[in-house]
């Protein structure tokens, strides 16, 4: 199992360095050297876009701890600084960056990235539960008619707030 385990997670990384290629605009799918060279022409591009666009600042509300550590991480691998303000939601992430550079590359690479983890931890969560849980349906039946009012003393609403991730490019 461990195996099968460790083989996962050396395809899902490999499937990660081809997302980040295809943002680097290049075709050569080498090893070391070319992830490398892929970030050394986003790196140069920002660059460039920094000299002759003003920088925007952005504000990313993000849906969860995951999708915030990966943009985090992606805006760090580029030499940008993430921060928030005081008193904003732990998941909400701001940078100053050049507009187009958000739009063409930032946000679509975290998109295609978010998207293929995601994917990743709902697979291994759902296997998970089934092999310690419980291996049967998760879903749940839908009942018709509304929502019952509470009764008096009935305890309501343990909701956990999850965001849609596909949202536009960051709040300017």
Known sequence: MRKM???????LVEKLRKIETLFARTTNHGERQAA???LDRIRRRLNELERTEQPV???FSLPDGWSKSLLVALLRRYGLKPYRYAGQRRTTVRVKVAAS???E???PEFQE???TLCSHLDSVTRRVI???????DTDIEERPGREPMASQGEKQDFSVEHQNASMPPGFR
């Not at 385990?5 to 395809?11: I, V």
């Not at 089934?130 to 049967?136: K, L, T, V």
């Open 130 to 136: 089934q092999q310690a849980i419980h291996g049967g």
């Open 57 to 59: 600042e952005f504000r």
């Open 5 to 11: 385990n460790s083989d996962e997670e050396s395809r």
């Open 101 to 103: 550079f958000v739009d």
């Open 113 to 115: 990235l978010n998207a």
């Open 105 to 107: 590359v930032l946000w």
């Open 36 to 38: 490398e060279s892929a």
